[in-house]
């Protein structure tokens, strides 16, 4: 069994293997409350995570932000009162890498931290 | 002529008046790149930022997290690679209220600030 914290991100190329079914259905159940959504025919993984006011928001933007730019992997964050949005996926594929499960369990235990 | 750098937010109570039409065709012309979209039923003034990387993007998102704070008027804002987009409404009116405009032209000269 992969286990999504003791796997790093690895450099995603273009031409890289998306995540494979059996691979996806290995790593969700280690994830909490994620979906994988289709947004303009590319698969992401999104979760909202909630928060008591705008500024702890803030500051679990920027926890996510601090986790993107030591792995070089950025997702989307939508900030708003009261909750965060985050979205990975892939530019270079276009799709779900393992990369992303990755860095959406380092999101959730980011905000696991915040509590 | 209401110049929007001259007029201060106001706490805005639900059953506050929206902005008229008179007063967004005043407003417009004071503001840049900005467009007043449809979500959802609720007019709301968007823009989209950009900068030439993440790290930058995620400073932009954090100086409008503080001059939301100052003005307790909050908008969503999308951080990604390279761009910010900053959407103001006023929750309580489901609209546009005069504070948006304010917060809007504050938002532009963060972003002058910025370069």
Same mark, same amino acid.
């Given at each position: 069994?992969?286990?999504?914290? =003791? $796997?790093?991100?690895?450099?995603?190329?273009?031409?890289?293997? @998306?995540?494979?079914?059996?691979? #996806? *259905?290995?790593? @969700?159940?280690?994830?909490?409350? +994620? &979906? %994988? $959504?289709?947004?303009?025919? $590319? !698969?992401?993984?999104? /979760?909202?995570?909630?928060? /008591? !006011?705008?500024?702890?928001?803030?500051?679990?933007? *920027? /926890? #996510?932000?601090? #986790?993107?730019?030591?792995?070089?992997?950025?997702?989307? %964050?939508?900030?708003? +009162?009261?909750?965060?949005?985050?979205?990975? +996926? =892939?530019? /270079? %594929?276009?799709?779900?890498?393992? !990369?992303?499960?990755?860095?959406?369990?380092? =999101? &959730? &235990?980011?905000?696991?931290? &915040?509590?």
């Amino acid at each position: 069994m992969n286990d999504l914290r =003791s $796997i790093k991100c690895e450099a995603c190329k273009a031409g890289a293997p @998306m995540a494979t079914q059996e691979e #996806i *259905n290995e790593f @969700m159940p280690q994830l909490s409350g +994620w &979906d %994988i $959504i289709e947004h303009e025919g $590319i !698969n992401q993984l999104r /979760k909202t995570f909630t928060f /008591k !006011n705008f500024s702890k928001s803030l500051d679990f933007t *920027n /926890k #996510i932000g601090a #986790i993107a730019e030591e792995e070089h992997h950025h997702p989307s %964050i939508l900030t708003e +009162w009261g909750k965060v949005t985050v979205t990975w +996926w =892939s530019h /270079k %594929i276009k799709g779900l890498h393992t !990369n992303d499960f990755i860095m959406a369990v380092k =999101s &959730d &235990d980011a905000a696991f931290d &915040d509590k």
